[in-house]
């Protein structure tokens, strides 16, 4: 069984920072592609950025030049480095990970979501 755990989320007012963190624990053979999702309430879930096994990175056109994605590899971990914050980024924000159980097989995973709330 493979689990996401995210921690980080919070309060935080309008210009400040955060940094969420993902790790997976279980049994598997490595974490391929993770992604940050986020989830306002009445809309949609949307990409916020994405990191490949190589490190290449994209971001939501919303968080880009503000947001930092970047993983640890050792610790199974990625994080999510959050500046400039804005009301307008409240949300639940979602670990995703592509991750390999054995050589052959890859399955998808979330984590439960960490809630971040911008606001004075």
């Known amino acids: 069984q493979v689990q996401l755990l995210e921690s980080g989320g919070g309060l935080v007012q309008p210009g400040g920072s955060l940094r969420l963190s993902c790790t997976a624990s279980?049994?598997?053979?490595?974490?391929?592609?993770m992604a940050w999702y986020r989830q306002a309430p009445g809309k949609q879930r949307e990409l916020v950025a994405a990191i490949s096994i190589g490190g290449r990175t994209n971001y939501g056109d919303s968080v880009q030049g503000r947001f930092t994605i970047s993983r640890d590899n050792a610790k199974n971990t990625v994080y999510l480095q959050m500046n400039s914050l804005k009301s307008e980024d409240t949300a639940v924000y979602y670990c995703?990970?592509?991750?390999?159980?054995?050589?052959?097989?890859?399955?998808?995973?979330w984590g439960q979501g960490t809630q971040v709330t911008v606001s004075s």
């Open positions: 279980g049994s598997f053979v490595r974490m391929n592609a």
């Open positions: 995703n990970a592509a991750i390999l159980r054995t050589l052959i097989t890859e399955y998808d995973y």
